[in-house]
């Protein structure tokens, strides 16, 4: 039954009720479009060859008139199909939850309730740039079937919408569910105050030169010349041995290593293509993107791990990647298309990567955080910060045996590791979901045990191999008392509420090295005194060239 204006369904007033750009069904189904015209050339291949002979026979005005014919009666059931997708594609934004509805057939009403969002994005494909028109995506904790999507839109409300949601979820424009009309198109009672997105600082960017250095000196790449270079020897013996002409028969096993390498190489590039990184009282906001450009706003705590890599042949330049692992990352998003680069930063300096780390961690919990950051991503010796494995376990880890180890903080477990590719994995203790202690045969016999800290799924890996068994039992334990008393002490419900008022020590455009430049206060509550807070002058890295 149709309602009238003003009668509230779900919670939500009628009038809240707003369209999506009239293109939205053709930009969310021409590649069906396309696939299906494909089909249908294909399976009538001989048809289409045919074509001259029936001109020959009917005339060729005539075949014309029928193309054309034919192809005015697909745009009009694309065009009826559209139109009716269209009216039955709506959104809605309540002090409670984010809502889509759409749906000919059979219609589908889901919603998001504003405590569970996890992250609003902003996606431009490149069909909807050219228009001016991109997507939002409402991220919630439960997987890809929880999140949301809506769109297209224009660009202008597309963030304007996407600092509504932020502002409603950080619970500072309660009682307001009217959003402005000039805004959204929206026939609203009352002339509402527009939300518009808070003022940014910008922390780090990188630039397309040192991006393109850094895929260059990848693993990735590096392991593609070594198996290009192999079979280059290989043929060459064979030349010799048996001929070139079995020898050159080869040469079609390089295309799947050129495939497989280049796909990971363009992949990573055009995401993280004009990465950019900027701090606001809405969370953390991350562009980039080449043919799809995306904005990001991650809220301060919800980002549950960090990880800091450095490969080999990244240390002369003393560079540094980070990864973040964040609910709902990692898995497809509401549309079926994949998720996003989960990089917070995809190749910075010493001073980037822990200003990326200070934004998710503001307190180690450690008396020098530079000191303990050294040891934790550059530090190969034990410590009385971190244990290592025992010099039995050494046998099963000899490239590792003065890296590997773990250190529990007062707020957070930091987890060592790695030889080719330096690792070092930090996450909060109210972040860890459960803890695992497991021991295989040969780790029993030899007294060993690994523990695993269970996070969300994400590119963060929380385990420590190979510990002595007392040392295993003492980190577990002392893993699940301080996540017990931790985990109540941050409940995600209006995360805005507690943040202090956001203040900025510095200019807009800051020196990612001027630590102190830069300095949003986004915890809950004061810091201790021993809190990570950014020295005014970091020192330079042994290993800067």
């Known amino acids: 039954m149709a309602q009238r204006k003003g009668v509230v369904e779900e919670g939500v007033p009628q009038h809240a009720w707003q369209r999506v750009h009239p293109l939205t069904p053709v930009f969310n189904g021409w590649q069906v479009i396309a696939v299906l015209i494909a089909v249908v050339l294909f399976q009538n291949i001989e048809f289409v060859g045919d074509l001259g ?21 697909i745009l009009l059931v694309v ?28 219609r589908q009403q889901r919603h998001v309730r504003l405590e569970r969002i996890q992250a609003v994005d902003v996606s431009h494909p490149l069909l909807g740039r050219i228009f001016g028109l991109g997507r939002l995506r409402v991220d919630a904790a439960g997987g890809a079937n929880s999140s949301l999507t809506i769109g297209f839109l224009r660009s202008d409300d597309l963030f304007g919408l996407r600092a509504d949601i932020l502002a409603r979820a950080a619970g500072i424009t309660e009682g307001n569910s009217d959003i402005d009309s000039e805004t959204y198109g929206a026939a609203t009672q009352e002339p509402v105050k527009r939300v518009v997105e808070a003022d940014e600082n910008l922390l780090y960017s990188v630039n397309t030169r040192t991006l393109v250095t850094s895929l260059a000196l990848s693993m990735s790449f590096m392991l593609g010349l070594l198996a290009l270079a192999a079979s280059l020897v290989a043929i060459v013996i064979v030349g010799f041995a048996a001929g070139w002409g079995i020898a050159l028969s080869f040469f079609p096993t390089w295309i799947p290593i050129v495939l497989v390498v280049g796909s990971l190489l363009w992949s990573r590039f055009s995401k993280e293509f004009n990465f950019q990184a900027a701090v606001s009282p809405d969370g953390i906001r991350v562009r980039r993107g080449l043919l799809e450009q995306r904005a990001e706003t991650i809220p301060p705590r919800r980002i549950h791990a960090v990880e800091i890599h450095q490969p080999l042949l990244w240390r002369r330049r003393d560079w540094y990647r980070v990864l973040i692992t964040q609910a709902t990352r990692g898995t497809q998003d509401s549309s079926g298309g994949s998720t996003d680069s989960q990089a917070l930063l995809p190749v910075g300096t010493r001073e980037e990567a822990m200003l990326a780390l200070w ?40 490239l590792v045996k003065n890296r590997r180890g773990v250190a529990l903080t ?21 972040r860890i979901q459960s803890v695992l202690v497991a021991e295989g045969p040969i780790a029993k016999a030899m007294d060993l045990a690994s523990v695993t800290a269970c996070l969300v799924p994400g590119p963060v890996n929380l385990t420590i191999s190979h510990l002595s068994g007392g040392d295993s039992i003492a980190v577990s334990d002392e893993l699940v008392k301080m996540s017990r008393q931790l985990r109540g002490s941050e409940p995600p419900e209006r995360w805005f509420r507690r943040v202090n008022e956001p203040t900025f020590n510095g200019e807009v455009n800051v020196d990612p090295a001027d630590l102190t430049a830069a300095a949003p206060v986004v915890n809950p509550a004061p810091l201790p005194e021993d809190s990570f807070k950014p020295p005014e002058q970091l020192p330079q890295s042994e290993e800067t060239q």
């Open 53 to 73: 002979k029936l001109a020959d026979s009917f005339g060729f005005g005539l075949i014309l008139l029928v193309a054309i014919g034919a192809l005015l009666l």
């Open 79 to 106: 065009g009826v199909y559209s139109y009716m997708s269209w009216r039955a594609m709506t959104y809605a934004v309540t002090d409670q939850a984010v809502w889509l509805r759409r749906g000919i057939l059979f």
């Open 359 to 398: 934004l998710v961690l503001p307190d180690l919990g450690v008396d020098d955080p530079v000191e303990f950051f050294d040891e934790a991503v550059r530090g190969r010796r034990r410590t009385k910060q971190f244990t290592g494995i025992p010099h039995n376990a050494r046998v099963l880890d000899p």
């Open 410 to 430: 007062r707020t957070c477990m930091v987890v060592r590791d790695g030889w080719v590719v330096r690792t070092a994995a930090f996450a909060p203790y109210e």
